[in-house]
RNA sequence: GCGAGUGUGGCGGAAUGGCAGACGCACAGGACUUAAAAUCCUGAGAGGGCAACUUCGUGAGGGUUCGAGUCCCUCCACUCGCACCA
């Protein structure tokens, strides 16, 4: 068999008779819609594309035979760093760049023998594709979801650009792993805490494993508390502010002694003249500035800070004073950037206290004399309250809810809901991205374009570097950038900085409902006719980003009817890591990465795709290694010999039951994206028909259909051969229950849960024919004699005990 | 620290509460061969026994059940995510 020759022959035939391609409205055919996150085009094949795509390429061919219109479709992610990287580093034009990486990753795709649909190819760096990005982006702004505000952001020093909180997970850069800092900056935000609550939904209705919806709740950070003012005074008891104080422990508000503001916090700025300590604390401020907020983080342990002298709050339970400090482990980004501190029940404000030699108050029952006795001891416990007026004694859990009814009924607390994740700050100083279809008028200030004017070119430049002032090397092109307003018909100035690489991706499986619509980014029709993506793969390093602004995206696009529904994603399967032999991550670009093509081309596209399979199940992290593949070789080999066994038509009662069972739970596991175990069926039943040594027709077109997804190839080419035509035109066999039935099994026999013997009983027998059975056994009958039957268990199938006393 | 997930032979891994270790690799023995490779057949969780057989076995300990890898509780280890989030 030569396998290259028949995997090029297949691959240039569906290619060319677009044997793949979807078909919009289908009269009679359900539709299905696989996605496979779309491809970095900088990059070429790597081993997680193979992990990725197989799975979700044979689930595609599976719903096909089942009787589904499916949309199967690829594209590339071109706009951000790679693509410029390279152009800076090489001179070649980043257009260029991407033209020739998307001809090599589609035909490096097409080698794995993907079922694609090719005319519905997109790339995100195309005009017409971006066009609708800016598109979106457009009716984000008119409905004031995007705004541009001066706020501490953060910043990568090597790639010379604004990062979003997804892009700086760990406090570096998700491009380049520089550390990131914290600089203030002009920057856009998009709203995405505004949507905190329906983000939550999305992750709750889509079906995703466990442990990554986890990741997305953990994100997105959604806490419930109380909000409560306290009263701002000086030394005189003069009332000078109002300070706001997010808390989720209302319950512990009596133990508060001192209150803690992020140091970044605008009203100490206004409160400047009634601080008696003004340069120390300026000096602190200063130092704290320095350090990123990352720095902060890391180091717990050793607590900060500054006293504001000469101003005080008053706790509005109790009417006490409170001294107030400035301290860098309070953050400015979250809530109000400023905590009630209560060092008996919260471990941070326990150790600041003990720096500072600020006294404990305690008011939950518990030993606070080494720790603090937090909330996740006393809740559970439910323990009691003390020194806390008229709510001492009271359980923890009830006092929660009476003392913050008691605040709001006073007016000076109220309910609030809090998220850790941040609006999405969405701007690049780069060059290779989305201009921001948006100029800045010096008298109307940020003015949208009109919806005509779309798409705005991004401009040719020479010069890709950023500068290095800050600016987005797109301020060189002064002839693009300067424009007359579109409100007021003056001089004005476009938006330099450009979308993030995230960007283009957070709404491309809509496109592909309709990839060359020039009036709108889908035809609404074709939109409600594909709905949701039924099932969608690809890495789970994307579940916190990608994945959040895609759902995100898609509520917003409900909002305005854009779109038909509010999930993007009924089903995500995140796929596992391939691992280095040793059990390392393999990565994309260092030595220890394995092209899948040299692979392919040792042992063919059929055997990779398997073998690589075999190994584990889709969302397992599998270590590659090749010991294994010599048993795919074999079983591929097998099969080809398959087409020199046969021997009579329609389906022989020998092997009836095999096929029915193989049907079956080849089905469960495509559906499943379980290959391993179908593959692993596959061998049970190809190993069954050697023994018996011959194979009807019937059987073995069958039998080829079952094996098609996972080894297209050469069951696309053994069908040509022995019936003729393409095996993509068949349809998936139909078994009958009964088949999946045979005329006798074998039970294990217990006595007392201890298997006595075996025994074959016809798979008719009733319940009490079983037991008369069993009991008839000379071994079950030693078993048995001299003691009382206590019990009599039947599992129909699987095994008879008798309990015996 | 918090949260989630996972622990099964020499290895990758199977098992709707019902015969643990499917399938494959590696291993051992045999057939074919002058020989090797390839191929085919056979064996095999561990311990004990010539044998029929028997004891122990799914990270550890307890529990529920006629029956637990699977369900419940406690603990340990590993992986991932978040991490001074008030």
Redesign the pocket.
Do not use: H
């Given at each position: 068999m030569d396998f290259k020759q028949i995997e090029k022959k297949w691959q240039e035939k569906w290619v060319k008779e677009k044997t793949f391609n979807a078909i919009d409205f289908h009269p009679t055919k359900p539709k299905y819609y696989v996605l496979y996150e779309f491809c970095n085009v900088s990059g070429h094949l790597h081993m997680g594309h193979l992990k990725g795509t197989v799975p979700s390429d044979a689930l595609a061919r599976y719903k096909r035979f089942k009787g589904y219109n499916v949309l199967f479709p690829i594209g590339g992610d071109a706009f951000g760093l790679p693509a410029e990287n390279a152009a800076i580093k090489t001179g070649i034009d980043p257009h260029d760049f991407v033209a020739q990486g998307m001809k090599t990753i589609t035909s490096e795709l097409n080698k794995i023998g993907l079922s694609f649909d090719w005319d519905r190819t997109i790339c995100t760096s195309d005009p017409e594709y971006y066009k609708w990005t800016q598109w979106i982006f457009l009716q984000l702004f008119n409905h004031g979801k995007a705004y541009k505000e001066k706020a501490k952001v953060n910043f990568c020093p090597k790639c010379q650009t604004v990062l979003s909180?997804e892009d700086s997970?760990?406090?570096k850069c998700d491009r380049c792993g520089s550390d990131v800092v914290q600089e203030e900056r002009q920057s856009w935000f998009l709203k995405m805490r505004e949507y905190g609550d329906k983000l939550l939904q999305n992750v709750d209705r889509i079906q995703m494993?466990?442990?990554?919806?986890?990741?997305?709740?953990?994100?997105i950070?959604r806490?419930e508390?109380?909000e409560i003012s306290f009263d701002i005074y000086d030394e005189s008891g003069k009332k000078l502010d109002k300070l706001d104080?997010?808390?989720?422990?209302?319950e512990t508000v009596y133990g508060i002694t001192f209150v803690?503001l992020?140091p970044e916090l605008k009203l100490i700025d206004k409160l400047k003249g009634s601080i008696k300590n003004w340069p120390e604390v300026e000096t602190y401020r200063k130092q704290a500035a320095l350090r990123s907020?990352?720095d902060?983080?890391?180091?717990?342990?050793?607590?900060?800070g500054c006293k504001l002298e000469g101003l005080y709050v008053i706790n509005p339970a109790n009417g006490r004073k409170v001294d107030i400090y400035i301290?860098?482990?309070?953050?400015?980004?979250?809530?109000?950037?400023?905590?009630?501190?209560?060092p008996s029940h919260?471990?941070?404000?326990y150790?600041?206290a003990q720096k500072f030699n600020i006294p404990l108050v305690q008011v939950i029952e518990g030993d606070t004399s080494t720790r603090a006795v937090?909330k996740?001891e006393y809740i559970p416990k439910n323990s009691k309250l003390m020194n806390s007026a008229e709510f001492s004694g009271m359980p923890a859990q009830e006092a929660r809810v009476k003392i913050a009814e008691a605040l709001i009924k006073a007016g000076v607390a109220r309910k609030k809901v809090?998220?850790?994740m941040t609006d999405w700050a969405f701007n690049r100083q780069r060059y290779w991205g989305e201009p921001f279809p948006i100029v800045i008028c010096p008298h109307c200030g940020e003015v949208g374009l009109s919806e005509k004017d779309l798409p705005l070119i991004l401009p040719e430049v020479k010069d890709y570097l950023p500068n290095k002032n800050g600016d987005s090397p797109l301020s060189k092109a002064t002839e693009w950038v300067n424009c007359k307003c579109p409100k007021c018909g003056r001089d004005a100035k476009r938006e330099t900085d450009t979308m993030p690489n995230w960007a283009g991706s957070s709404w491309y499986w809509l496109r592909y409902t309709d990839p060359h619509n020039s009036e709108k980014l889908a035809d609404f029709e074709k939109l409600k006719y594909w709905g949701s993506v039924d099932c969608y793969t690809g890495g789970?390093?994307h579940?916190?980003r990608h994945v959040l602004y895609a759902f995100f995206w898609q509520n917003f696009l409900y909002e305005i009817g854009a779109v038909p529904t509010r999930d993007p994603f009924i089903r995500k399967m995140g796929s596992g890591l391939i691992l280095t032999s040793e059990?390392k991550?393999m990565s994309k670009s260092s030595a220890n990465g394995v092209s899948p093509i040299e692979v392919i081309e040792k042992y063919g596209a059929d055997v990779t795709r398997m073998h690589l399979h075999?190994?584990?199940?889709y969302e397992?992290?599998?270590?590659l290694?090749y010991?294994?593949?010599?048993?795919?070789?074999?079983?591929v080999?097998?099969v080809w010999s398959l087409q020199d066994m046969i021997k009579g038509d329609g389906v022989s009662k020998e092997h009836s039951f095999e096929l029915a069972s193989l049907n079956k739970k080849a089905g469960e596991?495509y559906e499943n994206l379980?290959l391993?175990?179908a593959?692993?069926?596959?061998?049970?039943f190809?190993?069954k028909i050697?023994?018996d040594g011959f194979i009807t027709k019937e059987e073995l077109r069958q039998f080829l259909i079952f094996l098609n997804p996972l080894a297209p190839h050469i069951t696309s080419e053994m069908y040509e051969r022995v019936f003729g035509g393409n095996i993509a035109d068949e349809s998936w066999p139909e078994y009958d229950e009964k088949d999946l039935v045979k005329a006798e099994?074998?039970?294990?026999i217990?006595v007392?849960?201890?298997?006595i013997t075996?025994l074959n009983v016809p798979t008719s027998a009733s319940n009490d024919e079983i037991l008369a059975l069993a009991k008839a056994d000379e071994k079950v009958a030693a078993a048995l004699s001299g003691k009382t039957i206590?019990?009599e268990?039947v599992?129909p199938?699987?095994?008879v005990?008798i309990?015996a006393k």
């Open positions: 909180n997970q760990g406090g494993a466990e442990n990554l919806k986890e990741a997305q709740r953990n994100w950070g806490s508390g109380t104080i997010y808390t989720t422990c209302v803690a992020a907020e990352f902060r983080m890391s180091d717990q342990k050793d607590k900060t301290a860098d482990f309070v953050l400015a980004g979250y809530a109000t950037g400023a905590v009630m501190a209560v919260d471990q941070r404000d150790e600041f937090e996740g809090n998220y850790k789970t390093e579940i916190t059990g991550k075999f190994l584990g199940g397992d992290n599998t270590p290694t010991d294994g593949i010599k048993g795919i070789t074999s079983f080999d097998k596991d379980k391993n175990t593959i692993s069926a596959m061998m049970i190809v190993k050697k023994e099994v074998e039970l294990a217990q007392s849960s201890k298997i075996r206590v019990k268990i599992v199938g699987r095994i005990n309990i």
